[in-house]
């Protein structure tokens, strides 16, 4: 199946500081990649729509300004946590569509642990 | 709008037992359905999924039938060992869906012990 990677797979940061996290797809191309936030114990929380070459779009109750996402080419998306704080610590996944057609499956990196003290 | 309902976890199981998960949705038109899971500390894998209604989706000894008259794709194993311990995922994806984006369920947690 197709591949998609995350980096780092953890990261421990200072409160105030911007942690950036990058999702690649390997071995295929995403005009579009999804980014989803995980609680312990708790189901995933789709953040936001990155797509390439425009801006992305963020569900409602996510702050734009504190989550900034830039689909920079076809196999990469990056959010950066800005100004974090212990709250934004979390689980953070993404996810990319192998094919443009909705409805079509997806395929979620390895995830992301946020660690902000 | 679109939803997924997962059975409450966990669900505690002695290995070789048969395991049932509930799942049932709600959704416009027809949606895609998936079921993922994911281990301790990592990303989600699909396990199976179903594109129309009557497909059964298998994989790995776990089956799933797109039922549309009860709106339901209950994920089941005839026999559960002990590294099928995990956090499992209902999902739709419907072309209604902005983006294609995909709706979870709550997750279900299953613990087997040997």
């Known amino acids: 199946g197709a591949v998609v990677s995350q980096h780092p797979s953890w990261v421990i940061c200072k409160s105030g500081t911007s942690v950036k996290i990058e999702c690649r797809s390997l071995?295929?191309?995403?005009?579009?990649m999804f980014w989803y936030r995980q609680f312990p114990k708790q189901s995933l929380m789709l953040m936001a729509t990155?797509?390439?070459?425009?801006?992305?779009?963020?569900e409602q109750g996510v702050e734009k300004d504190k989550f900034l996402i830039n689909h920079a080419s076809l196999t990469l998306s990056t959010l950066t946590v800005t100004s974090a704080h212990p709250e934004d610590s979390s689980f953070y996944i993404c996810?990319?569509?192998?094919?443009?057609?909705?409805?079509?499956?997806?395929?979620f990196g390895p995830g992301t642990r946020l660690t902000v003290l | 709008g679109n939803s997924v309902t997962q059975m409450e976890g966990p669900v505690t199981l002695s290995e070789e037992a048969f395991l049932t998960i509930n799942c049932t949705y709600t959704a416009t038109g027809y949606p895609s359905l998936f079921w993922y899971v994911q281990y301790p500390g990592e990303g989600l894998q699909l396990l199976l999924k179903a594109t129309k209604a009557d497909d059964k989706g298998s994989n790995k000894g776990f089956e799933a039938t797109y039922r549309k008259e009860t709106t339901s794709f209950h994920l089941e194993k005839g026999s559960v060992q002990v590294s099928d311990s995990a956090v499992y995922f209902c999902a739709l994806n419907s072309i209604y869906n902005q983006g294609g984006k995909l709706i979870f369920g709550q997750g279900t947690e299953l613990s087997v012990k040997p």
């Open positions: 990155s797509n390439e070459g425009s801006k992305a779009t963020y």
């Open positions: 996810s990319a569509p192998t094919s443009g057609r909705a409805g079509g499956e997806q395929f």
């Open positions: 071995d295929f191309q995403a005009t579009t």
